[in-house]
């Protein structure tokens, strides 16, 4: 059975599904410097660049416009927030500079070796981090696989619902003719 749903609903929808993708793309994130991990020391700078590039290449390619760290650090300067490299003070920076997301990269390298990559997402009440293993020294890819994990958290965490409702009920309902 098809009813018809009422010109406000429908237009309500479609409205919704125009602006979709174009909030993803609205969305501006800012760069924390490199995080350290809980044990040893910082990763080798060249290897924590490798990594970022790759999450902010990611990132932008979902339409987000990254704030780099030193870019961040500036706009911060002066204020105890401006050397924010930890989940404790990312929700800080978030509200500070009025961005959607504060995104922090760890490189794990004990003895010099990358072993692991973190990526966390943070919000300004909330964060999601995704992580993935650096297999045959492939870093970029490591951080690519942990960006698309916490990036999935992410979204998912803030996916919203949608209820219907038609006279007569149970119309079919569909948006974009995806039901």
């Not at 018809?4 to 793309?25: C, D, F, G, R, W």
């Not at 990269?105 to 072993?115: I, K």
Request: with cysteine.
């Amino acid at each position: 059975m098809t009813a018809k749903v009422s010109t406000s609903i429908a237009a309500t929808l479609l409205a919704l599904a125009a602006t979709h993708a174009s909030v993803a793309s609205a969305q501006r994130c800012a760069l924390l410097p490199p995080g350290e991990p809980p044990e040893g020391g910082p990763a080798p700078e060249a290897m924590q660049s490798a990594a970022v590039t790759s999450v902010v290449a990611g990132l932008e390619a979902e339409g987000v416009s990254v704030l780099p760290a030193d870019e961040t650090a500036a706009e911060l300067e002066g204020q105890p927030l401006a050397a924010c490299n930890a989940l404790d003070c990312g929700g800080q920076v978030v509200g500070t500079l009025g961005v959607d997301f504060a995104v922090l990269v760890t490189v794990w390298a004990p003895r010099g070796t990358p072993t692991s990559v973190v990526v966390t997402l943070i919000g300004a009440d909330d964060a999601t981090a995704g992580d993935a293993p650096v297999v045959a020294g492939d870093l970029a890819g490591a951080a690519r696989e942990a960006l698309q994990a916490a990036w999935q958290r992410w979204r998912s965490a803030r996916m919203g619902r949608l209820e219907v409702r038609s006279e007569p009920s149970g119309a079919a309902v569909s948006v974009d003719a995806r039901p």
